[in-house]
């Protein structure tokens, strides 16, 4: 992966990282999933963004550079995963909500559970993240030139196939149209509105 492909606002690397694999090797062994459901997340304009606010130690990857990672604990429960894109100094960060296992399959049904489908593995942030076995010692892990946890370009995605939603469970700025996915994959999240959403408009 190249990170001029990256270095842009979230919203535009959103759908171009569909397709792409994200690989984690850990003692345990190595999972690589293809990334089929993404959703963007800018900073100050974006209400729905941790990064809104302003930089705080939680955030501070989110502002750059272009190309790494950003871990976050979800509702104390769940790890989930951010390839932060744009310019150095600028918040913007693309979260990676599902995939399909394209390596390792046998390690990540040991993490997420042997009766787990095999489209169901990695379907969610904080299953993907599980499967992958990627936890807050990844925060900030160089994607490009790191060793622990990369991301490179997998198969083509025929651009016909990438669909934009609203973004999933957020209460702010729900609808705006910055989730991307892959029509069809069985992999890719259900839509649910946050019971907490009010209407808004996108800047």
């Given at each position: 992966?190249n990170?001029?492909?990256?270095?842009?606002?979230?919203?535009e690397?959103?759908?171009?990282?569909?397709g792409s694999v994200l690989t984690?090797?850990?003692p345990e062994?190595?999972?690589?999933?293809?990334i089929?459901e993404?959703?963007?997340?800018?900073?100050a304009a974006?209400?729905?963004s941790?990064?809104?606010?302003?930089r705080?130690?939680?955030?501070a990857?989110?502002?750059?550079?272009?190309?790494h990672?950003?871990?976050?604990?979800?509702?104390?429960?769940h790890w989930?995963?951010n390839?932060?894109?744009?310019?150095?100094?600028?918040?913007s960060?693309?979260?990676?909500?599902?995939g399909?296992?394209?390596?390792?399959?046998?390690?990540?049904?040991?993490?997420r559970?042997e009766?787990?489908e095999?489209?169901?593995?990695?379907?969610?942030?904080?299953?993907?993240c599980?499967?992958?076995g990627?936890?807050a010692?990844h925060n900030?892990?160089?994607?490009l030139?790191?060793?622990?946890?990369?991301l490179?370009?997998?198969e083509?995605?025929?651009?016909?196939?990438?669909?934009?939603g609203p973004r999933v469970?957020?209460?702010k700025a729900h609808d705006?149209?910055h989730?991307f996915y892959l029509a069809?994959?069985?992999?890719?999240t259900?839509?649910r509105?946050?019971?907490?959403?009010?209407?808004t408009?996108?800047?």
């Open positions: 992966m990170v001029d492909v990256l270095a842009h606002p979230a919203e690397v959103a759908p171009k990282l569909l984690c090797k850990t062994g190595t999972v690589s999933i293809a089929t993404t959703e963007a997340y800018s900073g974006d209400p729905a941790h990064a809104y606010r302003g705080t130690p939680r955030n990857v989110m502002f750059g550079p272009a190309g990672l950003y871990v976050y604990r979800s509702h104390g429960l989930c995963a390839v932060v894109t744009g310019t150095d100094g600028t918040a960060a693309v979260l990676i909500r599902a399909r296992v394209v390596a390792g399959e046998d390690l990540a049904r040991k993490r559970g009766r787990v095999s489209a169901r593995l990695a379907r969610g942030p904080g299953n993907l599980q499967a992958l990627i936890t010692e900030a892990a160089d994607l030139t790191g060793t622990s946890v990369v490179s370009e997998g083509p995605v025929t651009t016909a196939l990438i669909q934009a469970g957020v209460s705006w149209q989730r069809g994959d069985p992999t890719v259900a839509y509105l946050s019971p907490r959403a009010r209407p408009t996108e800047a």
